[in-house]
């Protein structure tokens, strides 16, 4: 597919100081890529929003524009007569050096990992729910944090 190609052909820019002359271009495979130390795991060299440690972790190109929903997708989980947030997230199999935590929080300020139930964790996918129904629980908020080991 183009996606994938363009990604196993991406290129990561270099160039010391302001000098435009000392540009290098250098070919990387995916998960190099964001490896190379001239990249931070904060960086958006695309402008995306999207952290360089989020691309990598959901096997996205941190050159281009990226959109999250095909990504990270959540819904909600009906369980007996309630519904329960979910996340359900698409990893990077190669992604060995990084943690996938689903949190849930009811004011956006205290997020916890403890109230959740992991559906399903393979070395491409994610998908976890809030323990808490959503009818006697209305705030309640899900989201996705990924940590460098």
Same mark, same amino acid.
């Given at each position: 597919?183009?996606r994938?190609? $363009?990604?196993?052909?991406? *290129?990561?820019? #270099?160039?010391? =100081?302001?000098d435009p002359?000392t540009?290098?271009?250098?070919? +990387?495979p995916?998960? $190099?890529r964001i490896h190379? *130390?001239t990249? #931070?795991d904060t =960086?958006d060299k695309d402008?995306?929003?999207?952290p360089?440690l +989020?691309?990598?972790a959901l096997?996205?190109?941190?050159n281009?524009r990226?959109d999250?929903?095909?990504?990270?997708v959540?819904?909600l989980?009906?369980?007996a007569t309630?519904?329960h947030l979910?996340?359900?997230v698409t990893?990077?199999?190669t992604s060995?050096?990084?943690t996938y935590t689903?949190?849930?929080?009811?004011?956006?300020?205290t997020?916890?990992?403890?109230?959740?139930?992991?559906?399903?964790?393979?070395?491409t996918?994610?998908?976890?729910?809030?323990?808490q129904p959503?009818?006697?629980?209305?705030?309640?908020?899900?989201?996705l944090?990924?940590t460098?080991?």
């Amino acid at each position: 597919p183009a996606r994938a190609a $363009a990604q196993s052909n991406s *290129s990561v820019s #270099a160039q010391e =100081a302001d000098d435009p002359s000392t540009e290098k271009r250098i070919l +990387l495979p995916p998960p $190099a890529r964001i490896h190379c *130390s001239t990249f #931070a795991d904060t =960086a958006d060299k695309d402008k995306d929003g999207i952290p360089n440690l +989020l691309e990598y972790a959901l096997v996205t190109d941190p050159n281009a524009r990226t959109d999250l929903g095909t990504r990270v997708v959540s819904d909600l989980a009906p369980i007996a007569t309630d519904k329960h947030l979910r996340l359900t997230v698409t990893k990077n199999p190669t992604s060995t050096d990084v943690t996938y935590t689903i949190e849930v929080s009811s004011d956006l300020s205290t997020w916890t990992s403890a109230p959740t139930v992991i559906e399903q964790n393979t070395s491409t996918s994610l998908r976890v729910r809030d323990s808490q129904p959503i009818y006697s629980n209305p705030r309640r908020f899900i989201r996705l944090r990924v940590t460098r080991l």
